[in-house]
């Protein structure tokens, strides 16, 4: 296996690197990162020369667009009337009741198309639309985040491409056909292993070519600045409102502990970005064989600084687990940079609590989960056993996404 390319380049440009170097405010944990993309000693910008234009224009593009009332209201009525945000913050009695804890679950899976994806690239979608770009260009790995865009294309008018592994292409042929059917071109990549990480590579180079007409449309809090802070803006609307909906259930409190399944870590760092200045402990959870945090070392992929599954030679090594979307072999900067400073904890859960999680969800709260958030129940089951959550404390967990994906691999699992 070979190490992705783009990994050569600048760090945000000679004159954001002259900033940082000279102390500029890193600013507080889940603000602005500094001007090169820093979230401590992770992020940046390592992109080839060709592409920097690209990421300056999209930032500038981002921050004015953000602070734009025009745009905050043209979003928010898409997310309510498209995407039916708010998602209700549901109590999960016969849960609480088996676990010792009180449980309350952010419902993203039942935000259109199944999962919180959709408020990314909605937001990106309408910011492609703004910069007069009529094309968006995706890589998709179990095929989410594929389906995800080429939603929001159809719903604006705009064209879609979308690179795929011809391995992915294979395994994941019902969602290439949704794809194809919401008017998306999928592009089978035939480099390298021929999964998740060859289809960014090809997605960046379509973009190199096509910058003046085409948006990048990143699925998660990864890649180079602007995106991880960007996408993690576009998702906090997951945490602001669960914010208020705890509150509402908990007259006036905040939840003792916030969980959270990673994959990039989108839905995670939406939901802390709602919460990391409450006394909450946030808690991101990741699949054993794709623990970036808990098993990786820090190194230069995708146009980031981050902590990556590698070997020795700094090789970029395949992230294995039951979940698609959680077998990306990094994570987003700003997560390495939250567990370098404490403020969150990462932990790994194997394949079989997983599944144990699934079918207790299932069969004490009605609710079929995805299995990336059965990985954060999982968690929440081990440590309400093991003391690792104390008895009577109240957990929100966010339920990034529904089950329906899932259920045919997970009946051919268990049978
Ligand atoms: C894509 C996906 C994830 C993983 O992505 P993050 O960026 O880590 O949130 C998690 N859950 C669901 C349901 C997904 O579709």
Redesign the pocket.
């Known amino acids: 296996m070979t190490t992705p390319p783009f990994l050569g380049g600048q760090d945000g440009g000679p004159v954001a690197d002259a900033a940082a170097r000279r102390g500029a405010p890193a600013g507080t944990l889940m603000g602005r990162p500094t001007a090169g993309g820093r979230f401590g000693e992770f992020g940046g910008r390592y992109v080839p020369e060709s592409l920097v234009p690209a990421c300056v224009e999209l930032a500038a593009a981002f921050d004015e667009a953000w602070a734009d009332p025009t745009f905050r209201s043209h979003l928010d009525s898409l997310l309510a009337s498209y995407a039916g945000r708010p998602t209700p913050v549901t109590e999960c009695h016969r849960l609480s009741e088996q676990l010792g804890v009180r449980v309350l679950m952010k419902r993203e899976d039942l935000a259109h198309t199944g999962?919180?994806?959709i408020n990314n690239v909605l937001g990106q979608a309408l910011l492609a639309a703004r910069m007069g770009k009529g094309r968006l260009v995706a890589e998709t790995g179990a095929g989410?985040?594929g389906v995800a865009s080429a939603t929001a294309a159809a719903l604006l008018g705009l064209d879609c491409v979308v690179f795929m592994g011809e391995v992915d292409v294979e395994r994941q042929a019902l969602n290439v056909f949704r794809m194809r059917l919401l008017g998306a071109e999928v592009r089978p990549v035939s480099s390298g292993s021929r999964t998740l990480k060859d289809a960014v590579n090809e997605a960046l180079r379509d973009w190199v070519a096509t910058v003046e007409t085409t948006h990048y449309c990143i699925g998660?809090?990864m890649g180079p600045h602007p995106y991880p802070y960007m996408v993690r803006e576009l998702q906090r609307v997951v945490g602001d409102e669960a914010r208020g909906q705890c509150r509402a259930l908990l007259e006036g409190r905040d939840p003792d502990v916030v969980v959270a399944?990673?994959?990039?870590?989108?839905?995670?760092a939406g939901t802390f970005a709602g919460f990391v200045d409450t006394d909450a402990a946030l808690v991101g959870v990741e699949a054993a064989g794709g623990a970036a945090l808990g098993d990786g070392a820090p190194g230069v992929v995708h146009g980031m600084r981050s902590m990556f599954l590698q070997d020795e030679a700094g090789q970029i090594l395949e992230a294995h687990s039951i979940s698609a979307?959680?077998d990306y072999p990094g994570i987003g900067p700003e997560h390495a940079h939250l567990a370098a400073t404490g403020r969150a904890t990462y932990h790994a859960v194997e394949d079989a609590e997983v599944l144990d999680a699934f079918r207790l969800l299932a069969a004490t709260e009605g609710i079929i989960p995805?299995l990336?958030?059965a990985h954060a129940v999982a968690w929440l089951v081990r440590a309400a056993r093991t003391g690792g959550v104390a008895p009577g404390s109240t957990v929100l967990i966010t339920m990034?996404?529904r089950g329906d994906k899932d259920v045919a691999q997970v009946m051919e699992m268990l049978s």
Do not use: D, M, R, T
């Not at 399944?261 to 995670?268: E, P, V, Y």
């Open positions: 999962s919180h994806k989410q985040h998660s809090v399944c990673i994959g990039g870590g989108s839905n995670a979307g959680l995805a990336e958030p990034s996404g």
